[in-house]
């Protein structure tokens, strides 16, 4: 059974940093593109960071330059590094594979003063 | 940046009656490989959104036979043939054909 368990949340004032985790169980993790994307309150779904299988990585223009996409291919986990986080990032940020056919449940990301 | 554009955005629905979606990109999802990369999701309140088609009209493993996507290009439709009250929820298509992938504004549908 595919199983993807975000951390890393949690409450943060504007300019500071998280990292997220996400552990992953039930598939062959190495070889599989990983993502993590958000989703604001009362908004849809958007496609934040993208880990290739080929190893490329993806970013969308509203976090390039601030969060950093990697993973431990030893430990099966993937990672977001967040830094300079300001209020719009206050989302939901769950773990993806693939395409989309497995996601995570998600953990809270709240900027704020 | 493709732009997915769903209709309607609430779609009030009779239980066992039949209920359609309907999603337009910007620009065609045909990639060099010739597979189109169409997706779908469902997103109930307070759960993370499940994927429920790929590739245009492929169902995901566990996914009820009541629900069928088709298109092609540009235009695609996600069908359910008879409504049941869990299929309430939020509507989502995406595209996967380029970065960034995006999704639609999403179609709410409720019972009536």
């Known amino acids: 059974e595919v199983q993807l368990l975000e951390s890393g949340g949690g409450f943060v004032q504007p300019g500071g940093s998280l990292r997220l985790s996400c552990a992953a169980s039930?598939?062959?993790?190495?070889?599989?593109?990983m993502s993590w994307v958000r989703q604001a309150p009362g908004k849809g779904p958007e496609w934040v960071s993208l880990?290739?299988?080929?190893?490329?990585?993806q970013y969308a223009d509203s976090v390039k330059g601030r969060f950093a996409i990697s993973r431990d291919d030893s430990r099966n986990t993937l990672y977001l590094q967040m830094n300079s986080l300001r209020v719009d990032d206050t989302a939901v940020y769950y773990c993806?594979?693939?395409?989309?056919?497995?996601w995570g449940q998600g953990t809270l990301v709240t900027v704020s003063s | 940046d493709v732009v997915m554009t769903q209709s309607p955005l609430s779609l009030p629905v009779t239980v066992g009656q039949p209920a359609s979606i309907s999603c337009r990109s910007s620009?065609?999802?045909?990639?060099?490989?010739?597979?189109?990369?169409l997706n779908w999701f469902h997103q109930r309140p307070g759960q993370s959104p499940r994927r429920l088609i790929y590739?245009?009209?492929n169902r995901d493993s566990g996914v009820p036979d009541r629900f069928s996507g088709s298109g092609s290009g540009t235009d695609f439709t996600l069908k359910i043939s008879r409504v049941e009250a869990e299929d309430v929820g939020v509507y989502y298509c995406?595209?996967?054909?380029?970065?960034?992938?995006?999704f639609g504004q999403g179609t709410k549908v409720e019972i009536k």
């Open positions: 880990f290739h299988d080929d190893n490329t990585r």
């Open positions: 590739k245009v009209s």
């Open positions: 620009q065609s999802l045909v990639y060099t490989d010739g597979d189109t990369y």
């Open positions: 995406m595209h996967s054909i380029n970065w960034p992938w995006t």
């Open positions: 993806v594979k693939d395409r989309g056919d497995f």
């Open positions: 039930g598939f062959t993790f190495s070889t599989s593109g």
